[in-house]
């Protein structure tokens, strides 16, 4: 969770990216699922 050890090794930069995206779609997933429901 250090900034520092993230940007000193790329492969944590990438996998903590990637991890953010699909975040990102399971919020939208979350989201459409309650708009769908109202």
Partial sequence: ???ASVT???R???S???Y???L????LMIF???VNIH
């Fill in 1 to 3: 969770m250090h900034p």
């Fill in 8 to 10: 000193s090794s790329p």
């Fill in 12 to 14: 944590t930069n990438v």
């Fill in 16 to 18: 903590h990216l990637y």
């Fill in 20 to 22: 953010g995206v699909n």
């Fill in 24 to 27: 990102q779609q399971m919020l």
């Fill in 32 to 34: 459409r699922f309650v």
